[in-house]
């Protein structure tokens, strides 16, 4: 197998090169940090695709849709926020395969940039994200819970924001079972999405439960603007790719 | 597996001491407020409200922020908090330099939380971190875990919820959910399209006929087959289950006893089911307790085994003791993981190690998970202190204080916040009883120049106490309270309905049964009855809603968009559709045993000649009187020959032997069925004796022995809404649930009959003959009183009705101003009339949650004179029993009220006090949420244990109590040593006295001076009745 090839299964997360860049995610713990990789890491891929030339064999997308359902599957009895998060971006990497486009990988690494800037500062209140811990978390942070809420939808491909037009975008691309493939893929991380916030948003908070400072005026409205962006990043692609 | 006859037994006992703590609950269609922890209350009520908590998992006081607000609000007395407290604190031990009274007191009055949540912390710990160290931590010892655990999760914990505890699995709510819908299908009364088969075979057998073959359960994985083979009866079932779980014969009580209370709903239901021997339901598929607990702990061995087929959970308790014995720092890593109280950056490597099953990295965690406990437990204690000690203004006092000092302190302030419930309780209480006596009165009425222009008899109800001082306001208006059901328990069969409705409270069993009557002749349903009905079938059965949808679907959305846009003139509208409603008449005289027997002879002479025409078709005009006498004796000896029926018929021997075997067995003309036709008949109506003695004690209960006015209305309330399951919790509960207009009518009748009166007189209560007792109906939604039987009312009586008309008018509006402000945002100044149109909306919106808060805020109960209370404005929060000791030197009366009505009372102020302090365990939620299921309650979604008490729209407003959850404060006005005599006659009453589930106060009109019964004691209020001043204590001798 060409390095370049192998490389490029490592930034375009393919099992078992995907664990890589789990073992990567876990390893860095700032938010920011996270943030970037969440960024960088699948633009890297496409980037050494591009330049080497290569195109990638046919095998590659089965290969490729495998691994976002296996993650996908295993997203399922996850509790762990982080570990979530670092399992929806192997999956969508992988992905990437079925188009590897920079402006896809743009469009869907932003929202997931966002999430992982409001688990941290999630874990940076409560000392974790993890489902029970907290719990309730409506109650006890509402603001923050309110953008965890919108920031988890906007990952895994809510309408109208940006990464739902790139699963739009794949499913339109792909042959008609590997579409199939990816609907799948994408029902499995809507429920595992509920599951997920449902064990952290959900509940009623004792009167003498920890209530931290909740998230400031400031903090609501970046993630506004950030979602705003995600919004028209969404109409871009629809306006000019679909 | 079969049982010995003692085994069974011994099962029943089980089950039947386990069930005793279960409160009944009955079906919704007649409401009944009842005490929670009913079962309980043989204790004192801090040591029941104690098990409660532990039983149930609820709250059983309110949180000392909804304490704060009403202490701001007024509603407690702040004085006597301060008193309490301080009494608390000198019986601890003192803490040198620590004012401990007032620290206590701040922490009550002015911290919104508890201090210790998480159990008192280690003095040297928060030692170190008052000091600014790191506190030293001790290591968790397995011994010490293991005892832990095996307290927890082995004894009473049945085993679905430990292995849920420690396993993160949720099978206790698969079994909760799996056997809510076995009840369901077979608690159905009619709302199933299908009903479940074998159900008179009694609720275990047929459930495990069909449990053997179903494929849902098959589908899920559970080999209930197997388990079910094992044993036939179910109290073999379960001793099997409990064998098979190994759980000890010493455990078994507090297993079955949790495993009952975790569905208190349906096993409340269950446990009133198997004692109403007249429930129709119950009488033909019964169920008991022993039945429904036989199917759970079934149902749970079958989920055990399936999720423990891998041997990743341990299937019986001895393998779970074993685990525990070998691994606690592992198990107590689980509970604390599955429980949400580890902190919280080590769920993720805890969750890592328990999935990988590495021993070392669990024990080190339970070691850091632990440690950081400990700091975690003591950095909350020592910040709040700090905080206190600065609130209670000694901010340098903890600074001074040594490791026993501070320990001291510590276990002071747990012990106080242990016991601050019932401080705060007895506060609150000591408002409730000053704002009675500052408002109570203590002088004799002043004699009346004249009979009053009306007398009206008010039901109890605290509802009626705002309608009464209007009416009172309004004119020349006397009025009385007494339970609504008027003293006269009936069984109440309405026209047009087979069964009976019982209408008194449920401590009592009603003996006689009054039938109504139609003036009218048969009754013929209307057109538009009968498409209602159809369009009901048609929604109801299998598979005609679907094209039931498209055919008719847009008359249900005209119907919605009528209550919805226009509710009143809509309803108005459907009402005049309906047929009008003829007159109707009770039956209340009793038939002699002649009539009776007239009665059976003539419907076993219909039923031969239907017989007769349906067999062989001969018309009535070839069976004659002689014929049909002939047959009729024939049957009732058990002959076989009919000469005349044979000849007349033209019947061979053989044939007309089968068909009088067939009037024996299928026409019921036997000797059986007569004597229980007999027997029926023998229940309607009452004696001429037991009609005086019903009115008598009536009249003199309530005082009412002389100046009859002209008119004397006997006011039965009700309450009507739409859209509104709980409707009957809003009626009259010494009526059952029901409305109160029967037991008015009832009385009415009877005292309006001339023998009765005669027989009165001879007693020495006179009612001239001018006077006529008027039944009516006060309903609670709309605050109007409408009067009944008008048609019955003498000529003379005509001229004066529009004045009586325009009293309860004024009356009416005047309430209705009163109480709106509470109900809804509303001006400042409500003008009456717009106050009753919107009440009269209230009523008919079928959105609308809170149509009234019905009996919520109740807080005293009365007895005695008016007088005594006529210049009180108790805002509708008071049982109001009119009592007149002068005319009780027996006290019979006076206990008679104290059986009845008082303990009604408490029921429903116990239902109101807990559905207020833990409104999702003892109340019913939210009724937005809320479906009807079986016809008989209502479940929270589509599934859920059935919703006991009251709803939140009933008891909260914005979250917090609306109702101010106390104790009911009983008044009794009447000399002491009576009052005293009375309460200890009466064994029940005497129990929640003592026990504190009533405080008792005696308001002496002799003496003039107050008596309250508390801790054990009568105590007499230092201060006169009817001006404000503070409580103090004498205790008597």
Known sequence: MNPKLILAACLLPLFPFSLIFNAVFAWIRPPLARAALLLGWPLSGLWVLAASGITPPDWIVPWALATALLYALRALTLRDAGQWLAYLSVSLGALLWVQPEPALAWAMSAPLALLALVLGAIVKRYGAAFAGYPDALAARSPRLAGVFALAVLAAIGTPPLSSFFVWLSWALTATPGAAVVLLVVWLLWSWAAIRLLQGLLVGEALPEAARPVDLGRAGVWLAALALVALLAGGLWIAGGRI | ?1037
């Open chain 2, 1 to 1037: 597996m079969t049982l010995e006859l003692g085994d069974s037994l011994r099962v029943r006992a089980l089950v039947y001491v386990a069930g005793e703590r279960i409160p009944f609950f009955w079906p919704m269609r007649g409401f009944i407020h009842h005490n929670p922890l009913h079962g309980f209350e043989p204790l004192p009520f801090e040591d029941a409200v104690a098990e409660g908590a532990a039983l149930f998992h609820a709250r059983v006081f309110p949180t000392r922020l909804d304490r704060q607000h009403a202490l701001a609000r007024g509603e407690v007395d702040g004085s006597d908090l301060v008193a309490r407290i301080t009494a608390f604190a000198a019986a601890r031990p003192p803490v040198a330099g620590v004012d401990l009274a007032r620290w206590l007191t701040t922490l009550a009055r002015d911290c919104p939380h508890p201090l210790l949540p998480d159990g008192v912390p280690s003095a040297a710990a928060v030692a170190a971190v008052l000091a600014g160290r790191s506190p030293e931590v001790a290591p968790p010892t397995a011994p010490a875990q293991v005892a832990e655990l095996r307290t927890r999760f082995l004894g009473g914990c049945p085993p679905l919820e430990a292995v849920d505890a420690l396993y993160g699995t949720t099978l206790a709510e698969t079994l909760d959910e799996l056997t809510i819908k076995s009840c369901l299908d077979f608690f159905d009364e009619g709302q199933s399209a299908w009903a479940m088969p074998g159900r008179s075979r009694g609720f275990y057998y047929a459930w495990r006929d069909l449990a053997r073959r179903n494929l849902r359960f098959a589908l899920r994985g559970l080999r209930l087959k197997q388990v079910l083979d094992a044993t036939k009866t179910p109290e073999a079932m379960i001793v099997h289950v409990m064998r098979e779980l190994g759980i000890a014969e010493a455990d078994w009580q507090a297993v079955i006893t949790r495993e009952l209370a975790r569905l208190h709903g349906w096993a409340g239901f269950v446990r009133w089911r198997a004692q109403a021997k007249r429930h129709y339901w119950a009488q033909q598929y019964p169920a008991d307790l022993v039945d429904l607990l036989a199917v759970r702990l079934a149902l749970g061995l079958a989920l055990l085994r399936q999720h423990g087929r891998g041997g990743r959970i341990p299937a019986s308790r001895s393998q779970l003791a074993a685990a525990l014995d070998a691994r606690p720092a592992e198990f107590a890593l689980r509970a604390a993981f599955h429980a949400g109280t580890l902190p919280a950056a080590l769920a993720a490597p805890v969750e890592r190690a328990l999935a990988r099953g590495d021993a070392a990295a669990l024990a080190r965690l339970d070691r850091v998970a632990s440690a950081q406990r400990q700091t975690d437990t003591a950095e909350a204690a020592a910040a709040a202190l700090r905080a206190l000690a600065v609130r209670a203004g000694q901010p340098g006092a903890l600074g001074r204080l040594d490791a026993g000092a501070l320990a001291s302190l510590l276990d002071s302030v747990a012990a106080f916040e242990a016991a601050e419930g019932m401080i705060w309780l007895y506060a609150a209480e000591s408002r409730a009883v000053h704002r009675l006596l500052d408002a109570a009165r203590q002088d004799d009425p002043p004699p009346r120049p004249k009979r009053p222009f009306a007398q009206a008899l008010f039901c109890i109800d605290t509802r009626s106490e705002r309608i009464r001082r209007h009416l009172e306001a309004a004119g020349d208006y006397q009025t009385f309270g007494l339970a609504g059901f008027f003293g006269v328990p009936v069984s109440h069969m309405a026209l047009g309905h087979g069964g009976e409705t019982p209408l008194c409270p449920v401590i009592l069993t009603p003996k006689n049964v009054v039938p109504e009557l139609s003036l009218a002749g048969a009754l013929d349903t209307s057109a538009l009855s009968a498409l209602e009905k159809t369009l009901h079938e048609l929604k109801e059965s299998v598979f005609s809603p679907f094209a039931t949808v498209e055919a008719v679907g847009l008359l249900f959305g005209l119907d919605m968009i009528g209550k919805t846009v226009a509710p009143r003139s809509y309803l108005a509208w459907r009402r005049r559709m309906h047929a009008r409603r003829d007159p109707t008449r009770l039956l209340i005289d009793k038939f002699s045993r002649e009539q009776a027997d007239s009665i059976v002879r003539a419907v076993q002479r219909a039923l031969i000649v239907k017989a007769v025409r349906r067999e062989f078709g001969l018309e009535a005009e070839r069976v004659t009187d002689d014929v049909v006498r002939e047959l009729r004796e024939a049957a009732l000896a058990d002959a076989r020959e009919a000469p005349a029926f044979a000849a007349c018929a033209r019947l061979d021997a053989p044939r007309v032997a089968r068909f009088l075997q067939a009037l024996r067995d299928d026409y019921r003309i036997n000797h059986d069925f007569a004597n229980a036709q007999m027997e029926q008949l023998g229940r309607i109506g009452f004696t001429l004796d037991e009609q005086v003695g019903y009115v008598g004690q009536t009249l003199r209960a309530i005082g009412l022995t002389q100046q009859f006015s002209r008119f004397v209305l006997l006011v039965g309330h009700g309450s009507h809404s739409e859209n509104n399951p709980y409707e009957s919790a809003l009626d009259c509960g010494a009526c059952g649930g029901n409305h109160g207009l029967v037991s008015a009518r009832v009385l009415a009748a009877m005292a309006n009959k001339p023998g009765v009166r005669r027989r009165l007189r001879e007693q020495g209560i006179d009612i001239p003959g001018d006077a006529w007792f008027v039944p009516a109906l006060h309903d609670t939604t709309r605050d109007t009183i409408a009067l009944h039987d008008l048609d019955l009312l003498p000529s003379s009586h005509l001229v004066y009705l529009d004045r009586l008309r325009e009293g309860l008018t004024a009356a009416s509006r005047l309430t209705a101003a009163e109480r709106l402000p509470e109900l809804e945002p509303t001006p400042a100044v409500l003008d009456p009339q717009t106050a009753a149109a919107r009440a009269a909306r209230n009523a008919l919106d079928w959105s609308q949650t809170r149509p009234e808060w019905g009996l919520s805020r109740n807080a005293w109960f009365v007895i005695g004179r008016r007088q005594f209370t006529r210049d009180a404005t108790l805002d509708g929060r008071a049982f109001l029993h009119s009592y007149d000791w002068r005319l009780d030197p027996k006290r019979r009366l006076l206990e008679t009220i104290l059986t009845g009505p008082l303990v009604v009372g408490q029921w429903i102020n116990m239902e109101h006090y807990f559905s207020a302090v833990d409104n999702e365990r003892f109340g019913s939620g939210s009724k937005v949420y809320h479906n009807v299921a079986g016809r008989f309650g209502v479940m929270t979604g589509n599934l859920s244990d059935l919703r006991t008490g009251l709803p939140a729209q009933t008891v909260l407003k914005d979250g917090a109590p609306y109702h101010e959850p106390l104790r009911l404060v009983a008044a009794i006005e009447a000399p002491f040593e009576h009052a005293r005599r009375a309460v200890e006659g009466v064994v029940a009453v005497k129990r929640l006295v003592h026990n504190g589930w009533v405080r008792l106060l005696v308001v002496d009109p002799e003496t003039r001076r107050a008596h309250l019964y508390e801790a054990g004691a009568w105590h007499t209020l230092d201060r006169p009745v009817g001006a404000p001043a503070h409580l103090d204590f004498k205790e008597s001798a």
